[in-house]
């Protein structure tokens, strides 16, 4: 009788792995590979953007001879086309693209100048003073920002550390990888039983450099999150996706009507006498269509279509209305209201401007320069747990190599099919994850195939 009941009895069941512990262990494993192999790239872009931050004060004080220019008491500023044909007059080499009016007592006006042996995007911008007619300088602007040379420099070294195009794969890896650092890192701050929002200060040794490290990183998290998103945005092959996206569903920055053709700038440009004269009128239209200062007056790329004024103040992006104002007549033909712009447009043109320091001025680039030092500080204290608590000092690793096998299936699928998407969206994380695994479970085998042959070498016999 007592063996038919063991027969009958069900055998027991294996212990089934635990979830979260399987899933906390492979974040673990993904967390320590990202920040020792991707915090190198992040580290730069952390320090370059600090120094992007900055460099509208820099560009400021650089060329301040060339930007400002003095106020003489009880003059008025001459009429824009004796300033344009100043410009005109110091580089008769360059055709008139746009230009830019003195925005405020003291501040010079820009004439930007399609000039030969430009690099692409570029333009010879000419200083005068708006109330003399004096041209102060002339200087190389880059993009619709107007970056000066300092700034510029300082720009695309952010982007991609002036090596060009290829370059530009280092910020797009960066970029890919920080928001998902950030968040597996909350997630194991949250998970960890001494998690706080300030660090302990008592603590020492390794728990005091965690206690930092998950603390800072817990605050600056939401600004690492934006900083990712907008980055990605004007990034190579993700940025390439986004744009897919946007024209899909009809989110993308619409067209001034009215208009013809590119005013970036290209030779051939109606710039003469008869435009010069027109210049006057045109910004008098726009400003009878509700925009001011600071303007831009665009050449158009075809002579006799219309002219586009815009609004460059970035630092209140309600402020970006553009016009089209025919210059025979002074009449405007078309309007761009930024209150016109699809919802996912605006908040595009906020977060570029944002990531650039530009949204609401000195205050964000405060807010930019606190978020890049934060995470430096973050890869710092990183590397240095890292070396806390190396093997040789004693200390076992708190996660495994493989640790993605232990994660049970029902688990492991869905997450794996979200990393799969989201590897297709942002193909650099996607790479590179791979690239994560695969070593992982290399090295998991590897050290497996050791821990199996040591008793055996330990057993044979000696010679």
């Known amino acids: 009788m007592t063996s038919d009941v063991r027969e009958l ?8 792995p635990a979830t979260w512990p399987a899933v906390r262990a492979l974040l673990l494993r993904l967390h320590f590979y990202a920040g020792v ?4 790239f992040l580290l730069v872009a952390a320090t370059t953007g600090l120094l992007y931050a900055a460099s509208f004060q820099i560009e400021k004080i650089v060329y301040s001879h060339e930007l400002t220019a003095p106020v003489p008491a009880g003059q008025t500023m001459l009429p824009l086309a004796r300033q344009i044909a100043a410009a005109r007059t ?4 360059g055709t008139v693209g746009a230009v830019r009016p003195a925005a405020e007592p003291g501040a010079t006006t820009q004439v930007l100048l399609d000039a030969p042996g430009l690099p692409e995007s570029t333009r010879l911008a000419v200083f005068v003073d708006p109330y003399t007619g004096e041209v102060r300088g002339s200087l190389e602007s880059y993009g619709s920002s107007g970056a000066l040379p300092v700034r510029a420099w300082i720009s695309t070294f952010h982007r991609h550390l002036q090596l060009g195009e290829p370059g530009r794969l280092y910020s797009e890896l960066a970029a890919s990888w920080l928001w998902a650092v ?3 890192g909350v997630v194991l701050w949250l998970s960890h039983r001494r998690r706080a929002l300030k660090p302990d200060l008592k603590a020492r040794g390794l728990r005091r450099t965690l206690s930092w490290h998950g603390s800072v990183g817990l605050w600056i998290t939401v600004g690492l999150l934006f900083l990712s998103a907008t980055g990605l945005t004007w990034s190579a092959y993700a ?3 986004v744009d897919k996206v946007q024209t899909a569903l009809g989110w993308t920055t619409p067209a001034l009507p009215g208009t013809a053709g590119d005013h970036s700038g290209h030779a051939g440009h109606g710039g003469g006498t008869t435009t010069e004269a027109d210049t006057d009128r045109i910004v008098a239209a726009a400003a009878g269509a509700g925009l001011s200062g600071p303007l831009e007056v665009a050449w158009p790329a075809e002579p006799g279509a219309a002219f586009t004024v815009k609004e460059m103040d970035r630092e209140w992006p309600q402020r970006n209305d553009q016009v089209a104002v025919d210059a025979a007549t002074g009449r405007v033909t078309g309007e761009l209201r930024f209150d016109d712009f699809p919802l996912v447009a605006k908040l595009v043109r906020w977060g570029i401007d944002g990531h650039m320091g530009v949204l609401f001025g000195l205050p964000n680039q405060i807010l930019l320069m606190a978020l890049a030092a934060g995470l430096i500080c973050m890869i710092v204290w990183g590397y240095r747990m890292w070396w806390q608590r190396r ?10 190599r493989g640790a993605w096998r232990a994660v049970p299936l029902p688990v492991l699928l869905p997450v794996g099919l979200v990393a799969i998407a989201v590897g ?3 193909p650099l994380l996607g790479i590179s994850l791979l690239a994560f695994l695969a070593v992982d479970a290399v090295l998991g085998r590897v050290r497996a195939a050791r821990a199996a042959t040591a008793p055996a070498r330990q ?3 000696p010679a």
């Open 9 to 16: 009895s069900p055998a027991p069941e294996r212990p089934r």
């Open 37 to 40: 192999l991707v915090a190198p």
């Open 90 to 93: 110091a580089h008769p080499e």
């Open 182 to 184: 950030a968040l597996g």
């Open 239 to 241: 940025g390439a996706n």
């Open 391 to 400: 093997p040789t000092r004693g200390f076992a690793a708190p996660y495994a």
């Open 424 to 426: 297709v969206f942002i």
């Open 459 to 461: 057993s044979d016999p």
